[in-house]
């Protein structure tokens, strides 16, 4: 039921009602600025804050037409506004709406993944606190070395995780920044202030220097804190496949009544859990090449980033966010072998 839900709140992060929705909220903000400037009356700015929508059919059928995704977005947002309707995007360029709309998704989202990972923390320090003194053997190249207990087995594992949050910490606000500087950055249509009152009403900080977007090594340190974390996750899920072999044998995944293990050979229980998070946790970082190489961009932009964007970051939060519910209750349900654990020591 945890991986469930929390899998359905992190999709909805990213569908397509989602993003067109931050895009709003990013026009109804600069509204708001202008306002506060002087530049938008308070009758035109209540009218656009209070009417302004969008419908996702509607903007598929007439980007058909434009092949540009934010204007046919602004045009279904005017198509329920009067005249008010000159001032939505006044002094922006797309990038401004597009760019700040994702760190708010990026913000939101890397809020629920940190709270994934600190529910993955309290699991772990659970069962360590359960086992501090289960003795077992340690093995370093795979051969029996020390007696170690496996409650210091999975304390490693919890002082790992806690270091991954702490990077998913620092990069939840190094995305956290927002621009609209204008078409290149020079804020030739907006002053400096516009920008500030923006990204204040939208909970962001703006960019201390931008051209026409916001750098993407803010979003490749995004992806890399993912990555880490995945890393790590998959760490555990190999020691838990290596636990389960039939000749070790000191834990395993819980088997429910009715699961299966295999259609030829009915006495299988294998690590399909693990095995299944160490392929999740293998795509996690596979993101942070692309991430990376959107960094590198033509003069003050191009868009070979944004065809990446639409693939890695959706699936990087999605994928991670599943990838922690369910080694989370791997953990949390654990079959542990203290006899089998004295027996191979």
């Not at 389960?244 to 009715?258: I, L, M, N, W």
Request: hydrophobic letters at 40%; aromatic letters at 8%.
């Amino acid at each position: 039921m945890v991986e469930r839900y929390s899998r359905e709140q992190m999709a909805q992060k990213w569908d397509m009602q989602a993003k067109y929705g931050a895009w709003l909220e990013v026009e109804k903000a600069a509204v708001k600025a202008w306002n506060k400037l002087g530049f938008i009356s308070d009758a035109d700015c209540e009218k656009i804050c209070k009417n302004a929508k969008f419908d996702v059919r509607r903007i598929d059928e007439i980007e058909k037409t434009t092949k540009h995704d934010v204007i046919a977005f602004l045009t279904s947002v005017s198509e329920n506004l009067g005249d008010e309707s000159r001032f939505v995007h006044y002094g922006m360029t797309s990038s401004d709406c597009i760019d700040t709309a994702v760190a708010l998704q990026i913000k939101s989202s890397m809020e629920l993944i940190i709270e994934d990972v600190k529910g993955l923390m309290s699991a772990i320090k659970t069962r360590a606190q359960e086992h501090k003194n289960t003795m077992m053997v340690g093995r370093s190249h795979g051969i029996h070395g020390e007696p170690i207990t496996f409650g210091l087995v999975l304390a490693v594992w919890y002082d790992e995780v806690a270091r991954a949050l702490k990077l998913l910490q620092d990069a939840k606000e190094v995305a956290a920044y927002g621009k609209l500087s204008g078409a290149m950055g020079n804020f030739a249509h907006a002053p400096l202030e516009f920008e500030e009152l923006t990204c204040e009403q939208l909970g962001l900080k703006p960019a201390p220097a931008s051209n026409q977007i916001i750098q993407r090594d803010r979003y490749a340190h995004v992806i890399s804190a993912i990555a880490v974390l995945a890393a790590t996750c998959e760490k555990i899920a190999v020691a838990v496949r290596h636990f389960q072999r039939t000749e070790v044998y000191e834990a395993e995944e819980y088997f429910s009544p009715g699961q299966k293990g295999s259609s030829a050979m009915p006495h299988k229980r294998n690590p399909v859990l693990s095995e299944n998070i160490t392929g999740l946790c293998r795509m996690l970082r596979s993101y942070v090449t692309p991430a990376l190489e959107n960094v590198a961009l033509w003069h003050e932009r191009d868009i070979s980033h944004s065809s990446v964007e639409r693939f890695i970051l959706p699936d990087a939060f999605i994928t991670a966010d599943f990838m922690l519910a369910r080694i989370t209750n791997l953990i949390a349900n654990l079959v542990v072998y203290p006899e089998n654990m004295m027996k191979n020591l």
